[in-house]
């Protein structure tokens, strides 16, 4: 089973910047891409980023041309770079990974346990 560890969350002032960082590990697996998600206080889980394993990748409207994604294809970890960071930034960031896992190649969607980012002003 793949499991996802995010680190790198804390505290910040408004226009700081962050970087949140996953590792996915488990055996046999092989993803095909990786996202961060995020989830305010009252509000549902929203989708902040995605990469493919090639590199390619798409934002939220929310954090285009602040928010940078990355991929690590040879320690399977990912990062977000969070820079001009706004109150409304605030949330539980959670990591996101989807792949194929075991001898049989099965599907897998994993999620990591959450990382709390809090901007202040």
């Known amino acids: 089973q793949v499991q996802l560890v995010e680190s790198g969350g804390g505290l910040v002032q408004a226009g700081g910047s962050l970087r949140l960082s996953c590792e996915a590990s488990?055996?046999?697996?092989?993803?095909?891409?990786m996202a961060w998600y995020r989830q305010a206080p009252g509000k549902q889980r929203e989708w902040v980023a995605t990469?493919?394993?090639?590199?390619?990748?798409t934002y939220a409207e929310p954090v285009k041309g602040r928010f940078t994604i990355s991929i690590n294809n040879a320690e399977a970890t990912e990062s977000l770079q969070m820079n001009r960071l706004k109150l409304e930034d605030s949330a539980v960031y959670y990591c996101?990974?989807?792949?194929?896992?075991?001898?049989?190649?099965?599907?897998?969607?994993?999620w990591g346990q959450g990382a709390k980012v809090t901007v202040s002003s």
């Open positions: 996101n990974a989807e792949g194929t896992e075991g001898p049989m190649g099965n599907d897998f969607t994993a």
């Open positions: 488990g055996s046999a697996f092989s993803i095909n891409s």
């Open positions: 990469i493919t394993i090639d590199g390619r990748t």
